[in-house]
């Protein structure tokens, strides 16, 4: 009885997909003025293409034969592909609030957090609240450098522990540590609190995996995302794993406003301060959508910051010329026993090629988050049709050959040749976006991941666990909304012996 009632179920679906996709693909005008598109298949379109653990890259080789401006059919969405920075440049710069809109995956659709979140709203008045008090309350110039003592702090902490292991040459797991004081900066910002111990290997691990699972969840193919008509079923489960997710990171955020809620009147200056106590109507949110608020802040700084760092630590082991180069600038420009400050990072001018190198080779998203065309978009001799979703691969763009020379190659003196940044003056690199969605706490993840690498350089010289030789190191990745190493970076801190 039960296999006759799940036989008719999937049959009765498998119409339902196949009639709406004959309807939408007769109701959809054909047009000439698409942008190239591979061959597809009748319903999942080009889906057979680029199901695999690698979108990014499959998106690069199809766009190395279809052009830099190109259109995938994925089931009933209609996606258009962009991979070159006269593209990405047009398209943003005269499109920008056509395309100002998410398309929004159908896993963060739980607990109402695509309606609340600054990452996925689209950019109506409570998008630009949430926006406004990201960018006063936390990333402007006058509170980052209020809070340049903390940053510090954590970074002194993080070298004590690292300093720890040297003696003891224990094995440091980078991207743990990293992402520990990252995590901690952020908790004292929010909540004046540190949320893991840096000697924790389980706390932060578990924080670390919760930030993981979220991130893979959101970007990892999900059928309802191709076929909209499956969201009610939810087939791979991806909602409701993610509602188990952001309750987990939600209770850690009850109890920090309950906490504070029940103390004295005595204030901490910090981010929950703030909400809990303005008098502007425009900064004052419900519980609902703080919790959600905090949840993009840590999903994304803690995780971001962390990858970045990760990354540039592990090409600077693998060359160790550019590693050799790197902490002479340090030890030139840095007297001797002083430490790292932040007003040293302008004169460290090698170290900040080599974050921008870190960045065009390593993104911390392969992908700019998607967006949705709103309206009808002309891109030059192309058409992008109405609610098309737009996907802009920065990853494409950091290693196509005709944008860079050698683009495989780590090879930060490409940035001393060529004044680059990353605050979108050029859209060769533009790993924190663009636009009026461009990432807000650029300005707080440059201060943090130069500190930090240039700290963990100065104090000490690195070598791979296990003998491993430098040439030898595993370089591969896992996909998700950010592209993290596959094997965690675990390597050997050694006393400097010059």
Same mark, same amino acid.
């Given at each position: 009885?039960?296999?006759?009632?799940?036989?008719?179920?999937?049959?009765?679906?498998?119409?339902?997909?196949?009639?709406?996709?004959?309807?939408?693909?007769?109701?959809?005008?054909?047009?000439?003025?698409?942008?190239?598109?591979?061959?597809?298949?009748?319903?999942?379109?080009?889906?057979?293409?680029?199901?695999?653990?690698?979108?990014?890259?499959?998106?690069?080789?199809?766009?190395?034969?279809?052009?830099?401006?190109?259109?995938?059919?994925?089931?009933?969405?209609?996606?258009?592909?962009?991979?070159?920075?006269?593209?990405?440049?047009?398209?943003?710069?005269?499109?920008?609030?056509?395309?100002?809109?998410?398309?929004?995956?159908?896993?963060?659709?739980?607990?109402?957090?695509?309606?609340?979140?600054?990452?996925?709203?689209?950019?109506?008045?409570?998008?630009?609240?949430?926006?406004?008090?990201?960018?006063?309350?936390?990333?402007?110039?006058?509170?980052?450098?209020?809070? *340049?003592?903390?940053?510090?702090?954590?970074?002194?902490?993080?070298?004590?522990?690292?300093?720890?292991?040297?003696?003891?040459?224990?094995?440091?797991?980078?991207?743990?540590?990293?992402?520990?004081?990252?995590?901690?900066? $952020?908790?004292?910002?929010?909540?004046?609190?540190?949320?893991? &111990?840096?000697?924790?290997?389980?706390?932060?691990?578990?924080?670390?995996? #919760?930030?993981?699972?979220?991130?893979?969840?959101?970007?990892? @193919?999900?059928?309802? =995302?191709? !076929?909209?008509?499956?969201?009610?079923?939810?087939? #791979?489960?991806?909602?409701?794993?993610?509602?188990?997710?952001?309750?987990? $990171?939600?209770?850690? !955020?009850?109890?920090?406003?309950?906490?504070?809620?029940?103390?004295?009147?005595?204030?901490?200056?910090?981010?929950?301060?703030?909400? $809990?106590?303005?008098?502007?109507?425009?900064?004052?949110?419900?519980?609902?959508?703080? &919790?959600?608020?905090? @949840?993009?802040?840590?999903?994304?700084?803690?995780?971001?910051?962390?990858?970045?760092?990760?990354?540039?630590?592990?090409? $600077?082991?693998?060359?160790?010329?550019?590693?050799?180069?790197?902490?002479?600038?340090?030890?030139?420009?840095?007297?001797?026993?002083?430490?790292?400050?932040?007003?040293?990072?302008?004169?460290?001018?090698?170290?900040?090629?080599?974050?921008?190198?870190?960045?065009?080779?390593?993104?911390?998203?392969?992908?700019?988050?998607?967006?949705?065309?709103?309206?009808?978009?002309?891109?030059?001799?192309?058409?992008?049709?109405?609610?098309?979703?737009?996907?802009?691969?920065?990853?494409?763009?950091?290693?196509?050959?005709?944008?860079?020379?050698?683009?495989?190659? !780590?090879?930060?003196?490409?940035?001393?040749?060529?004044?680059? =940044?990353?605050?979108?003056?050029?859209?060769?690199?533009?790993? !924190?976006?663009?636009?009026?969605?461009?990432?807000?706490?650029?300005?707080?993840?440059?201060?943090?991941?130069?500190?930090? #690498?240039?700290?963990?350089?100065?104090?000490?010289?690195?070598? #791979?666990?296990?003998?491993? *030789?430098?040439?030898?190191?595993?370089?591969?990745?896992?996909?998700?909304?950010?592209?993290?190493?596959?094997?965690?970076?675990?390597?050997?801190?050694?006393?400097?012996?010059?």
């Amino acid at each position: 009885m039960w296999f006759s009632w799940i036989s008719l179920a999937i049959f009765s679906f498998s119409c339902i997909l196949i009639i709406r996709a004959i309807s939408s693909t007769r109701s959809r005008p054909y047009n000439t003025q698409l942008p190239p598109s591979p061959s597809s298949l009748p319903i999942i379109g080009n889906l057979h293409q680029i199901l695999n653990d690698m979108p990014h890259k499959c998106f690069a080789n199809l766009a190395k034969i279809h052009g830099p401006i190109m259109t995938l059919q994925l089931g009933q969405m209609t996606t258009i592909v962009i991979s070159s920075p006269d593209a990405a440049s047009e398209l943003i710069h005269k499109n920008d609030i056509a395309i100002s809109s998410r398309s929004v995956p159908d896993a963060v659709r739980t607990l109402r957090h695509h309606e609340l979140s600054v990452v996925w709203l689209p950019a109506n008045p409570q998008w630009k609240d949430l926006r406004r008090i990201c960018s006063t309350e936390l990333f402007t110039s006058r509170r980052l450098d209020a809070n *340049e003592g903390l940053r510090a702090h954590k970074v002194r902490e993080l070298i004590a522990y690292v300093s720890e292991c040297c003696d003891s040459q224990k094995v440091v797991d980078i991207g743990r540590v990293v992402f520990t004081t990252t995590l901690n900066l $952020l908790s004292n910002t929010i909540f004046s609190v540190d949320f893991v &111990k840096l000697d924790s290997d389980s706390e932060s691990s578990e924080f670390k995996d #919760l930030v993981k699972k979220i991130m893979e969840e959101a970007a990892s @193919s999900n059928p309802s =995302d191709f !076929f909209p008509c499956l969201r009610v079923m939810d087939p #791979l489960g991806r909602r409701r794993r993610m509602k188990a997710y952001f309750k987990k $990171l939600h209770a850690i !955020f009850d109890d920090n406003i309950d906490r504070r809620l029940l103390q004295d009147a005595s204030r901490h200056n910090d981010l929950l301060d703030t909400l $809990l106590h303005s008098e502007e109507e425009s900064s004052r949110i419900d519980r609902h959508t703080m &919790k959600s608020l905090f @949840s993009d802040l840590f999903a994304a700084g803690s995780d971001t910051s962390s990858i970045t760092v990760e990354w540039a630590m592990a090409e $600077l082991i693998r060359n160790p010329k550019v590693m050799a180069r790197a902490r002479a600038e340090i030890a030139t420009v840095i007297e001797p026993k002083k430490v790292v400050v932040e007003s040293d990072i302008e004169r460290l001018h090698y170290l900040q090629a080599v974050v921008k190198e870190t960045l065009r080779l390593h993104p911390p998203a392969a992908f700019l988050l998607p967006r949705k065309a709103e309206s009808r978009i002309a891109l030059g001799q192309y058409i992008i049709p109405e609610g098309a979703r737009v996907v802009v691969n920065v990853w494409a763009i950091g290693r196509d050959p005709r944008v860079w020379a050698d683009p495989e190659e !780590f090879r930060p003196e490409r940035f001393l040749e060529e004044e680059i =940044d990353f605050k979108c003056r050029n859209f060769k690199l533009i790993p !924190f976006g663009a636009g009026r969605r461009i990432c807000p706490g650029i300005p707080l993840a440059s201060r943090m991941v130069h500190l930090v #690498l240039a700290s963990l350089l100065q104090r000490f010289e690195w070598k #791979l666990e296990d003998g491993v *030789e430098p040439e030898n190191m595993d370089m591969s990745e896992i996909f998700g909304i950010t592209v993290a190493r596959a094997l965690p970076l675990r390597a050997v801190p050694v006393v400097p012996s010059d």
